[in-house]
């Protein structure tokens, strides 16, 4: 049986003094800085405040009064000045569209295969209506999954032959979603730099660092790539942690050009880089499936990181899509932003989608038959003396431009007699808008985003490359 004893307080004290002899010199002049450092984080202050001379009461009211704020909005008539007035439309946009009253062919929606006002869709559209109502009233993961959003994952990720897809409610969102969810802060995305407007927004969310290159200059991609790679071997602990992307567009909404897929996939491999490719304007267009860009290049999708896509072109629907591998694509249901916090797809919206695509497997001659509208326009176009054209050479969405440029004011106003003009004479034509003060470019060049529709006949192309053949040489005239 043990007994404890309890020792004074004087012999305490004293086996402590006495410990202190016996630990090592180092040991007492750690714990004394320690004590001093504690001793002065506790006593003085880590900021010294200067002396300032207060403002008298006259002072602060002469500073209030030479205050000038910025303005909540712009100059209301200097938005004016820069903005089109709308033009209202009834009906259905189809073929031919209701313009104030005119009904004119329509070259300025992209309704590529004529989808909008097709009978089978509207069919399912509306028992669709009958079945589920109008909105889901909930994101995805709030109970606004619905059983036509799974089968349109389903059915989209058996089209593009990818393991997954996901689907957006709005196609602006889907591809300025998609990228914040894989890039963050620190890592480095290199990207054309003309891409669309919502990939640069997409940018903006990811806070990464943004390395432009020249517009389809794929030489400057792979100079900036090494300049990267050689940082990289110089800090290779940092460069382990750092992710890098490439970000591209199929086709190009600004220009219309069609990107160099093989030599990006190339470089992918080559440096180690996640490639993404934005294909709104590609889907339903390229390839004898209309996959897009991949199966024009016979690429296999898989080659891609990152398939984007939009319904609201080839397919007249709503919404947008993400194509990949399984684990990439979930890794969304959970970061992409327009995905969590946006109300999903209405079914109605799914539904029509999933007939589309029924349509698209159904008629795989359409493809054929939009490129070759797009390629007899385009040439169509190359005749007028007054105009030059942007686009890759099988699109049925291109871009128009003045030939003779002088300043950028000039060029719109060129355009916008242009348009009138044509509108006058039963053509529908609408000059590309962009957000100037806000996107990468400030001054990109003017132009007029011509959409051929396969709904159109040859006689149709004919009579509108005439109608904007004698509008171009009136503006010419009157500029």
Not at 175 to 181: D, K, L
Not at 208 to 232: P, T
Request: glycine share 6%.
């Amino acid at each position: 049986m043990s007994v404890e004893y309890n020792k004074p307080k004087e012999w305490v004290f004293a086996e402590a003094i006495h410990s202190m002899y016996q630990a090592p010199l180092y040991h007492l002049i750690l714990e004394g800085l320690l004590l001093v450092w504690i001793f002065r984080l506790l006593f003085f202050k880590s900021y010294k405040i200067q002396n300032k001379i207060p403002l008298s009461k006259k002072e602060k009211d002469d500073l209030v009064k030479e205050w000038t704020p910025e303005p909540l909005v712009p100059d209301l008539q200097k938005t004016l000045s820069l903005s089109t007035p709308y033009k209202e439309i009834t009906g259905r946009p189809g073929k031919m569209i209701t313009v104030d009253g005119k009904e004119c062919l329509n070259l300025a929606s992209m309704n590529f295969l004529g989808l909008l006002g097709n009978e089978r869709i509207a069919e399912k559209s509306s028992a669709s209506i009958r079945k589920y109502g109008v909105g889901a009233c909930g994101p995805r993961a709030f109970y606004g999954t619905v059983d036509v959003h799974v089968e349109l994952e389903e059915r989209l990720a058996e089209y593009m032959e990818s393991e997954r897809a996901i689907s957006y409610a709005y196609g602006f969102a889907t591809i300025a979603s998609a990228i914040p969810a894989y890039s963050k802060r620190g890592d480095i995305i290199f990207v054309d730099e003309a891409v669309c407007f919502a990939i640069q927004k997409g940018l903006h969310a990811s806070r990464s660092n943004i390395v432009y290159f020249r517009h389809n200059d794929l030489d400057d991609l792979e100079e900036k790539l090494k300049i990267q790679a050689n940082l990289d071997k110089k800090d290779p602990k940092k460069a382990s942690v750092t992710r890098k992307f490439m970000v591209v567009e199929g086709i190009y909404m600004n220009t219309g050009e069609i990107c160099d897929l093989p030599r990006l996939v190339d470089l992918k491999y080559k440096y180690k880089v996640r490639l993404f490719v934005e294909e709104s304007l590609s889907f339903g267009v390229l390839g004898q499936h209309g996959r897009g860009v991949t199966e024009h290049y016979n690429i296999p999708i898989d080659k891609v990181d990152l398939v984007v896509g939009s319904m609201e072109y080839a397919l007249a629907s709503i919404g947008g899509f993400c194509c990949g591998r399984g684990y990439v694509i979930d890794h969304q249901r959970l970061s992409g932003h327009g995905y969590v916090f946006s109300a999903s797809l209405p079914p109605l919206l799914a539904r029509a989608a999933v007939e589309g695509l029924d349509i698209l497997q159904d008629e795989p001659e359409i493809f054929n038959k939009i490129r070759a509208k797009g390629k007899l326009m385009q040439e169509l176009m190359k005749e007028v003396p007054e105009l030059k054209i942007s686009g890759f050479y099988e699109s049925p969405s291109f871009h128009i431009r003045r030939k003779s440029t002088t300043n950028q004011s000039e060029d719109e106003k060129f355009l916008k007699v242009l348009v009138d003009q044509c509108y006058q004479n039963g053509v529908c034509l609408s000059i590309a808008s962009r957000l100037s003060h806000e996107e990468h470019i400030a001054d990109w060049p003017a132009s007029i985003r011509v959409s051929v529709s396969v709904e159109m006949s040859d006689d149709e192309i004919k009579m509108a490359a005439h109608v904007i053949q004698q509008a171009a040489r009136y503006a010419e005239q009157q500029i």
